[in-house]
């Protein structure tokens, strides 16, 4: 009995071992870990945009960016964008602290997000707030976060916009306040 108990014994404990360490799952959780890491990292990066008749149609510039290819997104750190409008002048510029580009044509903007006119036509100056997504090619704007719309001579401030700067219109989920400025 002893003799047939010490093999029994040494075969439980290296199937135990055996499960203890599975490297099946060592393999997955390398697979998980190399999702994680960027396929490249770019720094100071400027990307421009032509349309088809040759002319800028937008500028992308970064600190940084790591893209992620398997995951479909590229993370900008300091990235600030400019739209051009017909007349191929700037138009608009958004900048932020943090923005995701997903291959949906879809950004994502967090923290200290400013979206600003760089044209004297548009019907506010300034957008801040602390997230926004940009959808491309109609660049729209939506949220559902607080706002600051600034303009020549009023400020409003309320909760979620959905703004449309080709057409040049906007709408305001929920106001809370305007102020207007007297500038004398």
Same mark, same amino acid.
């Given at each position: 009995?002893? =003799? ?16 203890? %360490?599975?490297?099946? /799952?060592?393999? @997955?959780?390398? #697979? +998980? ?6 396929? !490249?990292?770019?720094?100071?990066? +400027?990307?421009? *945009? !032509? /349309? ?6 937008? &500028?992308?510039?970064? #600190? ?5 290819? $398997?995951?479909? %997104?590229? $993370?900008?750190? =300091?990235?600030?964008? +400019?739209? !051009?409008?017909?007349?191929? $002048? ?7 602290? !943090? @923005?995701?580009? %997903?291959? $949906? ?10 979206? =600003?006119? *760089? ?9 801040? +707030? ?31 916009? /959905? ?7 906007? =709408? ?6 305007? &102020?207007?400025? /007297?500038?004398?």
């Amino acid at each position: 009995m002893r =003799k047939l108990l010490l093999p029994v014994v040494l075969l439980l404990a290296s199937i135990a071992g055996y499960l203890w %360490f599975n490297p099946q /799952n060592d393999e @997955a959780a390398l #697979q +998980t870990d190399q999702e994680l890491l960027p396929d !490249y990292i770019a720094l100071n990066i +400027t990307r421009r *945009l !032509y /349309n088809t008749d040759g002319y800028q149609a937008d &500028v992308v510039s970064a #600190q940084r960016l790591e893209h992620f290819e $398997q995951l479909g %997104f590229m $993370q900008f750190e =300091k990235p600030v964008y +400019t739209l !051009y409008n017909e007349q191929h $002048q700037p138009d608009w510029q958004a900048s932020s602290e !943090y @923005a995701v580009w %997903f291959v $949906q044509d879809k950004v994502i903007l967090e923290q200290q997000v400013r979206i =600003k006119s *760089l044209s004297q036509e548009q019907l506010f100056d300034s957008l801040e +707030t602390e997230s926004l997504e940009m959808l491309f090619p109609d660049n729209r704007l939506q949220n559902n976060l607080p706002v600051l719309i600034s303009g020549k001579g009023f400020e409003i401030k309320g909760i979620g916009i /959905n703004a449309d700067l080709i057409n040049r219109s906007f =709408k305001l989920l929920q106001h809370h306040e305007t &102020v207007y400025i /007297n500038e004398q």
